[in-house]
């Protein structure tokens, strides 16, 4: 059996791919390149990589039985503990190739879990993080659970007869079921957050894991958010006040990082984290244009917006990062031909921010809108809509009516028209 290593040595790994005929855009290598990077960020050295080209999948073996001897025999010359595929494993998989090969294995999924686990910091990131492992890791279940609490039960909460492998499987969904309860409470909490935020034009940066979302926040809020340069540097979604031209304000919120096949149960229990792209007024997706793959990292962020529901929100493309192209003229201009409307920075060096800063500032004008409204005396509760929904500029109080002068969304300016008896006078206007 593999020796496992101590707390404070870095593993080392043999990564492993196939190369199906139909793939998404990314070619093994490549693929293999990032899964490095991972590897890396998880606190392991990559020995090896080993690619072999497939019709499909082995549905028992994921590869094929020589390669698998290949891997087998390349862990025991290397010294290797640690097998990393591409791919996600079914548990069947997963079990027959530990049976074949002295490592542990690991595929995709897995490894991404863990780093998430390794960044966690806060509460709410920690719930999330074990939640998904636990419901990814519960088919997989076999005796490696001994580690949980067994506090609960005891006299007469097992049946006759049952194994330990199912006492441990009752024990982890109920784990799951307190987890997803704890969540569901955080996200209660966030979604009155979010409501008090509802008055003010809001922001929502999204982007592949590394393409300087952190710093492009601290750059525009002068706020000194934790950046670095490695893949899920932060989990945690955070909010800055952001000053635009002519006193107005707007809020931005930095999301977490994205990446190709992130996996379900992830994006799953983020939900209530990712839902901020959902919910905002406008989402900025970051690309990192010095990246030999952002077209292809521009398709798999895209691919989760429309997972999450969030493809419909209105989207500002933002290249950073053209400092380090700089020396290539002819990918800028090609850049800039096919998104015309984007906007092309480096928040490092903080160039190009005042185009950015003017382009939020002609989204904020098309969203945000002044009306004079007058409201009936009668009509209490809609008045009461009005102060949630909008920022109340002026009051005046009449014997029939109250006159306000408000700020607030079109959309919703809109449905607070409909739901007057009347059209707002002749007087009333927009700004």
């Known amino acids: 059996m593999y020796e496992t290593q101590p707390n404070n040595a870095r593993e080392k790994a043999i990564l492993v791919a ?29 020995l090896e990589t080993i690619i072999q080209a497939r019709t499909q999948p082995d549905p028992a073996i994921f590869i094929g039985e020589g390669k698998v001897e290949q891997v ?32 542990k294995i690991i595929d995709r ?6 780093i998430f686990a390794r960044r966690a910091k806060t509460r709410e990131a920690k719930t999330q993080v074990e939640l998904a492992q636990l419901q990814y890791l519960l088919p997989r279940l076999t005796r490696q659970w001994t580690h949980l609490s067994r506090q609960e039960g005891g006299i007469g909460t097992r049946g006759p007869g049952e194994t330990q492998l199912e006492v441990d499987r009752r024990r982890v969904r109920k784990r799951i079921a307190d987890l997803s309860t704890t969540l569901k409470r955080i996200a209660k909490r966030r979604d009155v957050r979010r409501e008090k935020r509802r008055r003010e034009f809001t922001a929502a940066l999204v982007g592949y894991t590394n393409t300087g979302k952190s ?65 905002t007024d406008l989402l900025l997706h970051i690309i990192d244009i010095s990246h030999e793959k952002f077209e292809e990292q521009m398709k798999a962020v895209s691919g989760v917006l429309v997972e999450l529901g969030a493809h419909t929100r209105p989207l500002m493309l933002v290249f950073n990062k053209i400092d380090k192209v700089a ?52 009509n209490p ?25 408000v700020k607030l969304r079109r959309e919703d300016a809109q449905r607070l028209q409909k739901k007057l008896s009347a059209h707002p006078s002749p007087d009333s206007n927009e700004k």
């Open 215 to 279: 710093t492009l926040l601290n750059a525009l809020s002068r706020a000194d958010i934790y950046t670095e340069d490695k893949l899920f540097a932060t989990l945690d979604p955070t909010t800055r006040a952001v000053q635009l031209n002519g006193g107005k304000k707007i809020l931005i919120t930095d999301t977490v990082g994205l990446i190709r096949k992130l996996p379900h149960h992830l994006i799953a229990s983020f939900h209530s984290t990712l839902d901020e792209l959902v919910v």
């Open 327 to 378: 020396r290539f003229p002819e990918l800028m201009a090609r850049v800039r031909r096919e998104y015309p409307r984007a906007v092309f920075i480096s928040a490092l060096r903080e160039e190009g921010m005042e185009q950015l800063a003017e382009e939020l500032l002609r989204h904020f004008d098309q969203q945000m809108i002044e009306l004079i409204l007058h409201l009936p005396l009668s």
């Open 109 to 114: 999924s897995g490894l991404i879990l863990d």
């Open 72 to 103: 087998a025999r390349r862990v025991s010359e290397l010294k290797a503990n640690l097998v990393v595929f591409d791919d996600d494993l079914t548990p069947a998989q997963a079990r027959n190739l530990e049976r074949a090969i002295d490592a």
């Open 18 to 46: 196939v190369k199906l005929p139909h793939s998404d855009g990314w070619p093994p290598e490549d693929s293999l390149e990032e899964l490095a990077l991972l590897v890396n960020t998880a606190g392991a050295d990559v």
């Open 381 to 405: 509760k809609l008045l009461s809509q009005i102060y949630s929904t909008g920022e109340v500029l002026e009051r005046r109080d009449h014997p029939t009516e109250i006159s306000l002068r």
